[in-house]
């Protein structure tokens, strides 16, 4: 063991596709209401940051094609997984699931399940950003 205490390990980034720029600030920043930490643009394609205001905690949005040594046809893949919402996901968590329920479906966001009780013990509901990813919300007790 070399000393270090596992407990100072905090998650500070994930990542998620977006291929819209524009259409993912939207989602993340206005219907979310997360703050924009970082925009960065490279060669036309941009990674744009964001996070709960508050929180360290960040996701990038990133260009999926951007991603060193994939082929022509992961790329075809990574797009078709992308357009039916099988590429990637993320779980947030809310105290008021109904108000952050109604607060981004009057965004035109789509819903893909409304606020439910699951049987496995939560409380969630879910939407697809513009990329396709599953945005899963669960109600925090």
């Not at 209401?33 to 643009?41: K, P, S």
């Not at 360290?56 to 078709?80: C, F, H, M, N, W």
């Not at 049987?119 to 919300?137: H, T």
Request: overall charge negative; charged content about 25%; some cysteine.
């Amino acid at each position: 063991m070399t000393g270090m205490d596992v407990t100072d390990i905090t998650i500070h980034s994930s990542f998620l596709p977006q291929n819209d720029p524009e259409a993912a600030l939207a989602f993340y920043r206005d219907a979310l209401g997360f703050e924009v930490r970082l925009d960065v643009g490279y060669e036309g394609m941009r990674w744009i940051t964001v996070g709960p205001v508050g929180q360290s905690t960040s996701i990038v949005l990133y260009p999926p094609q951007a991603s060193p040594g994939l082929t022509d046809d992961e790329k075809r893949a990574i797009e078709e997984m992308m357009a039916k919402g099988t590429y990637a996901s993320v779980l947030l968590a809310t105290k008021d699931l109904d108000g952050t329920f109604d607060k981004v479906q009057a965004t035109d966001a789509e819903v893909v399940q409304e606020p439910t009780e699951q049987p496995y013990g939560v409380r969630d509901c879910a939407f697809r950003d513009p990329a396709g990813n599953m945005v899963r919300i669960q109600e925090l007790r």
